[in-house]
């Protein structure tokens, strides 16, 4: 059964630092395009990260507005993915997914919250 598990969220204050890990099973994590992705109250789900599969060269891509701030990265060995998140602001604040792609599959992890206050 493939299964994206997310961890590492929670409350920090503006400016600070969090990092997030989504641990896969069942599939191999290096054979798929992982992305973080997060969805605010009111908003639509949002792609915040996205690194390439091996094959792919393990390129990544950021949002605009995380660029410079956030970083993601794997670690075959233990087949996670990681988002770290710098210099944290109160938009930041949402449900944070971990999510997998390759070809026509598709999976989502069940969210992890991060709450910015200011």
């Known amino acids: 059964q493939m299964q994206l598990v997310e961890s590492g969220g929670g409350l920090v204050q503006s400016g600070g630092s969090l990092r997030l890990s989504c641990s896969a099973s069942g599939l191999t994590a290096s054979t798929y395009h992982m992305s973080w992705y997060r969805q605010a109250p009111g908003k639509e789900r949002e792609l915040v990260a996205r690194?390439?599969?091996?094959?792919?060269?393990?390129?990544?891509n950021y949002a605009d507005s995380v660029k410079g701030r956030f970083t993601i990265s794997r670690d075959n060995a233990k087949n996670e993915v990681y988002l770290q998140m710098n210099s944290l602001k109160p938009e930041d604040t949402a449900v944070y997914y971990c999510?997998?792609?390759?070809?026509?599959?598709?999976?989502w992890g069940q969210g992890t919250q991060v709450t910015v206050s200011s």
């Open positions: 690194i390439s599969s091996a094959e792919g060269g393990g390129s990544t």
């Open positions: 999510n997998a792609l390759k070809a026509v599959f598709r999976y």
